[in-house]
């Protein structure tokens, strides 16, 4: 009875400790200072957040919890409702932009609204896209003190009955538009504007929204698509990352203020400034806290420690250690030698030869199995390069190529091992241009020549046949003031182009960014404008199929050395067969110099060529960018038609074209761009008329070369674009390699 009550009481001694022991391990792994609240409803608020005075690091990170909703609300900064906090990011449930098409004016209210997480906290790139909703809008995003639009995109409608299906997780620009974030923002404008006045669909949807939302945020689950957005707020889930402090990491260690724990290591915010804390590895708890971080013991978890099952576990500060029990011998670790019984010395020399030839015979069945390998790698890899070389049309450019009686240099297939060596393996370091198709590698080829790579993101393999003809056509193209084309690789996923490698950068380079601003004289602008006519000219005119550009605009404009221009991105290119019957497309190209005759029918022509290249004219003229918001009217060339009409001319021009040019020389220049601008795409000259009129302008028209001798295949038949337009069914954008701008598009500059 006495041995009875005597185990008893050690039972509940033991229960005793084991209890205590428990507490103190929850008070160790406290996420908030001691005596403050730690949730507020159902969400956790942990230490450098919290709520009341001397419950967090400082006024950044004060909670506010409104005790007037059921359940009660978490509030960072007083008005962004918190959905949950995370060890570096915050979900919050953020106001949506709401715009409504006013019928009495004709206007959108369209003010700009400002959104301000001020650091610590940004939106993070990574964990949200930027959507709109809406008809024949445009919503887009510009940083605080700043010209740059960060992101954007277009919504529009099909016609006026209208019904909108938002149900699609694509939402890629009917009835709704989706894209993604460039870098974590802080503090912007977010405005939507109106593009589309000649079709009404705002009298069927007159209001609209815009928001950054979480990657995954469905807009069928989140908003009745009936509703035509009545309501005033409309709250979507979006993703903050923050940090602490406003230095890097090594220099936060050696401050007294310094906001990590105990047991911890610091990381550099991934934002810009500040840092972040993590426990060590072992350990657990709020790093923030001085004592937080509180170890770990892995005996008492199986899942997280490696012992054999006979051997001892002893728990260490942020590790573990495992012994064999008396009469074995080992490491005592599972993935080691476990725990071997021990037995005689001869039995056990027994055992170490067998191991030592097991272990003989083991590194040389991996020898040959590595060997086996690597030739069975190599033949996998060859396969995987006949497949892409048949799937990306490599056997139909081969018949091409041979079957050319063309007396100019024929295409050159390059192998992709001869690429990955020009470009040391497509290095970063090797980058000279990038964009949302695709990258531009320069490189130097085994014969010492440089080239332009360019490798793209995505490739439509509907289109395969196309773009095989297309580089064909292209690689035919002789023409000084038109980027050649080399050849190209097919034996990798997607397509590589090679280029000429043109040296001085783009024209818009030259004419817009700092330290070159007004460098180019006048004379250099007219003889690049004329240069950029005639290579247009050649692809609408004298090329063996019509080709239309798609993209003229001064950063695709090249200037050598010599500061000759040459045409280059032809990633929206397209020559038209002949056995289509018409033209439509989908609207492609860049803000500012988008046709808006090609916006409206969806019919692209020769002259929306020439629409853009007056843009590219009037930014030779001004000096001025296609599009700029320190302007009254944004596109330039509404800006410069309005000029002309109310004889304003010379107060837009650049100083250097003032003082350099001859007044009547300047104002035939003028007079030609204001044409080539005309919103009425029939009234626009041809780019062949054009171009004879710049090469007699001004005292260097004897400089430039007469109109045959610009032509490098004068024999060739004359088409255009627009011949061809009329016998097309559909069209065709090839994106393969190119480095284009995402198409923006704003009401005021389509009607200019």
Known sequence: ???????????????????????????????????????????????????????????????????????????????????????????????????????????????????????????????????AIGC????????????????????????????????????????????????DITWFYLRIRSINMLTPAWKYEPCSLAFIAERNFSISENFNIYSKFDRNLYFVPAILDWSVGNVSCPEAIRRKNYACGRNTYCVNSTQGQGYRCNCSEGYQGNAYLANSCQDINECEAPNKNFCHKIALCTNV?????????????????????????????????????????????????????????????????????????????????????????ESVEKTKLYSVEELERATDGFNSSRVIGKGGLGTVYKGMLSDGSIVAIKKSNTVDEKQLDQFVNEVFILSQINHRHIVRLLGCCLETEVPLLVYEYVSNGTLFHHLHEEGHESTLSWKDRLRIGSEIAGALAYLHSYASIAICHRDIKSRNILLDENLRAVVSDFGLSRSIPLDKTHLTALVQGTFGYLDPDYFHSGQFTDKSDVYAFGVVLAELLTGE???????????????????????????????????????????????????????????????????IDLQQLGRFQEQLPSPKTRIEEPSLQQHTCEDYSKQAETSHSYTFGAVTEEIVIDHEVLLS
């Open 136 to 183: 024949d809008i445009f919503a887009y995003i510009i940083e605080h003190n700043s010209t740059t639009y960060e992101t954007g995109c277009a919504s529009l409608c099909q016609d006026n009955n209208i019904t909108v299906d938002f149900s699609s997780s694509a939402c890629t620009g009917i009835g709704c538009c989706r894209t993604d974030l460039q870098t």
């Open 625 to 691: 960018q296609a599009i700029s918001s320190d302007r009254s009217e944004q596109g330039l060339a509404n800006h410069f038609r309005s000029a002309m009409k109310q004889n304003r001319l010379f107060e837009i021009l650049d100083n250097q074209v003032v003082n350099e040019g001859q007044k009547e020389e300047i104002f035939a220049v003028a007079k030609l761009t204001k044409r080539c601008l005309k919103l009425n795409g029939k009234k626009r000259p041809t780019m062949k008329q054009v171009d």
């Open 317 to 405: 500060p942020g590790s573990y250690s495992c012994t064999c029990p008396t009469g074995y011998h080992g490491d005592g670790k599972k993935q080691g030698t476990g725990c071997i019984r021990g037995k005689h010395k001869p039995l056990l020399a027994l055992v170490f030869s067998l191991g030592a030839g097991i272990s003989v015979v083991s590194l040389i069945l991996i020898a040959t199995g590595l060997r086996l390998y690597r030739g069975l790698k190599e033949r996998e890899k060859k396969k995987i390069k006949q497949k892409f070389f048949k799937k990306n049309g490599g056997l139909l450019l081969q018949q091409q190529i041979s079957s050319s009686k």
């Open 1 to 131: 009875m006495r041995m009875l009550l005597q185990v008893l009481v050690s039972l509940h001694l033991i229960t005793v400790i084991i209890s205590l022991v428990s507490i103190l391990q929850e008070a160790g792994a406290s996420l908030t200072k001691p005596g403050c609240p730690e949730k507020c409803g159902n969400i956790t608020i942990p230490y450098p957040f919290g709520m009341g005075k001397g419950c967090y690091m400082d006024s950044h990170f004060e909670i506010t919890c409104n005790m007037s909703s059921n359940p009660p609300r978490p509030l960072l900064l007083q008005e962004v409702q918190l959905l949950q906090i995370s060890d570096d990011s915050l979900r919050i449930n953020d106001t949506a932009q709401r715009s409504c098409f006013n019928n009495q004016t004709g206007k959108a209210y369209s003010s700009f609204v400002p959104y301000n997480r001020t650091r610590p906290f940004s939106y993070s790139h990574t964990h949200n896209k930027f959507i």
